[in-house]
């Protein structure tokens, strides 16, 4: 049986790889993956709370309406993405700024 | 309470997703001109869902839904405000929103989200809320499609806002693996009964506080809101200096008498649930948040810049008095939420409205405004003293109460560092009162305002000023409406 503190740091280095991604990318679609990687890693904490607790399905429950968001989050971010990228034909965040003083 | 005995006290919002759904098939059978009818239909359904909502005072504080979200007076008070200032914001928009029709049922989706955060009680609650006004905000920020700027704003926030809200959702995962609960009463119980690894905790309290100090936009999270302001439509742009904040501030207030402290039956002492220093941070939080705002806002050239560096310091000021974890403290961010959507939403008012006839939103062309329209550069002079709390106008009273509620507190250095605060933030709101008055600018000619715009100047403009000499009303509304559900 795997214990459960294997799942936690997996989950952890899951959510340090997303948050390095977010800090590290240049790329919006790169930085949107590093948010992904943030949420799956919490819903990886919560199934293996909810698995190693007194059955309790929040937690999981918590899971599936988080990868729901996930998926609505995604499809505004494109959204948004693609608005930029046929104005500038580059979606790379350190060039987009235009209002820095 | 079960799910069906509980829609009878979920009107409103039911009756508001009701209106949303009908606003977006009205405005499917309308003719392009016709389309601005769609703002009235939502400015209606937003006035009758208001009604609703006065009358919920009458209900005993309970738990909906399985204690998925509570109804007690907090609630209600904050499902108001948001429900107020989305209503100005819809007559706010109609001058420059004529054909666009689905951004008034964007609006209402907010307002939805905002009134669901108003009355969280689950850490699933907290996430949907959050991302349901989050999400719909995204795409409001990028409303002119055209603009690069609007463009710019969205992306922004779309990308620090998703960050935060999934550095929340792992704090509430710590949360939820210690206590095995996720109704915030229940966290309160498992917390206050067993004694749980406070480095744990507080990890999880810093993350947590990660993802609502963006919302409220709290130094460090901050750094989305200058540019989310700057790029964002007007309109837009004061629709998030007011409502989704104020829902924050719900949210944050919700967690503080859940999971961070526990409340006597009596609503008056807070007494922390762990040893975890959460007031001592929240208070360098607020310091931080408050100074950092009021610097930068020193700078700015651009007056929405320099609107959203001081809605940085003001979300600093409410900080600063809920850090002290006081009954009153939380009276006073109420009525100073009230005080601020006025004098704000008027000076966002100005702004939007003068930007046309200035050509910028540079604060150098604001250069001769009292000579040009004495009415708008009066009223815009009037708001920027009441930002910085001048007596005798309503901010002073806002900022008195939150001062007042830290000193009674005793948190004497938080409360000396929240006035020279105040002094600093003097010089930029005065700098734009100069420039108006003081100064004549090249181009002379008078600028002219329609009856419209000097109505609803008038409907910010009065409340600011009467604020100023006779508060009572607001301030027994919010001690009224001091009454949590405490599980």
């Known amino acids: ?101 | 309470m079960n799910n069906l005995e509980s829609l009878q006290f979920f009107i409103p919002e039911l009756f508001l997703t009701a209106g949303l759904l009908v606003t977006i098939i009205v405005e499917l059978l309308l003719k392009k001109e016709q389309k601005v009818f769609t703002a009235y239909l939502a400015a209606t359904v937003l006035l009758i869902t208001i009604f609703f909502l006065i009358r919920q005072y009458a209900i005993e504080p309970a738990a909906l839904f399985g204690g998925m979200v509570v109804i007690d007076p907090m609630a209600v008070f904050f499902k108001i405000l948001t429900a107020v200032s989305t209503l100005i914001i819809v007559f706010f928009s109609i001058p420059s929103f004529r054909v666009k029709a689905e951004y008034y049922v964007l609006l209402l989706a907010t307002t939805l989200g905002m009134m669901l955060m108003a009355q969280v009680n689950d850490l699933l609650m907290i996430i949907l809320a959050m991302e349901l006004v989050g999400l719909v905000s995204y795409v409001l920020a990028g409303y002119r499609r055209s603009d690069p700027k609007s463009g710019e704003a969205s992306l922004k926030y779309i990308l620090f806002g998703a960050a935060s809200t999934g550095i929340m959702a792992f704090g509430f995962s710590y949360i939820y693996g210690l206590t095995g609960q996720t109704n915030l009463f229940e966290i309160q119980q498992a917390l206050q009964s067993t004694q749980h690894n406070p480095v744990i905790l507080f990890v999880a309290f810093v993350l947590i506080i990660a993802g609502l100090g963006y919302k409220i936009a709290m130094v460090p999270f901050h750094f989305w809101l200058p540019d989310v302001y700057e790029g964002a439509p007007t309109p837009v742009t004061a629709f998030f200096s007011v409502g989704p904040k104020a829902a924050g501030m719900a949210v944050l207030i919700r967690f503080i008498i859940s999971i961070v402290a526990g409340v006597s039956a009596d609503g008056q002492t807070f007494t922390a649930n762990a040893p975890i220093h959460a007031q001592e941070l929240l208070a360098v939080l607020a310091v931080l948040t408050m100074t950092l705002g009021n610097l930068s806002a020193l700078q700015q050239k651009n007056i929405k810049r320099m609107m959203a560096y001081s809605s940085i310091a003001h979300a600093g000021y409410m900080l600063m008095a809920l850090a002290v974890f006081t009954s009153q403290s939380v009276e006073a961010v109420m009525f100073y939420l009230v005080v601020y959507m006025f004098m704000n939403f008027g000076a966002f008012w100005v702004i939007h409205r003068m930007t046309p006839h200035l050509g910028s939103e540079e604060i150098t062309a604001y250069t001769g405004l009292g000579y040009r329209a004495p009415l708008v550069a009066v009223a815009m002079g009037v708001f920027m003293f009441s930002l910085t709390g001048l007596p005798p106008l309503a901010g002073f009273i806002g900022k008195f109460y939150l001062f007042a509620a830290v000193i009674k507190a005793e948190w004497y250095i938080l409360a000396v560092l929240g006035v020279l605060n105040s002094v600093v933030s003097l010089y930029y709101y005065a700098y734009v009162t100069k420039v108006m008055f003081l100064n004549r600018g090249d181009d002379e000619s008078a600028v002219s305002i329609s009856s419209y715009d000097t109505a609803l100047l008038l409907v910010f403009l009065i409340p600011t000023l009467v604020l100023g000499v006779y508060w009572v009303p607001v301030i027994s509304w919010a001690t009224q409406s001091l009454h949590f559900f405490l599980g």
């Open chain 1, 1 to 101: 049986m795997i214990q459960l503190n294997t799942f936690l740091i997996i989950s952890a280095i899951v959510f340090s790889t997303g948050i390095f991604t977010i800090l590290y990318k240049k790329n919006v679609i790169g930085i949107l993956m590093g948010v992904e990687l943030i949420l799956n890693s919490v819903n990886l904490n919560f199934i293996s709370f909810a698995k190693y607790s007194d059955a309790q399905i929040n937690g999981q429950m918590i899971a599936i309406f988080i990868m729901i968001l996930a998926a609505a989050e995604a499809a505004i971010a494109l959204a948004i993405i693609l608005n930029i990228y046929r104005d500038r034909a580059m979606v790379d965040v350190t060039l987009i700024d235009e209002m820095k003083n």
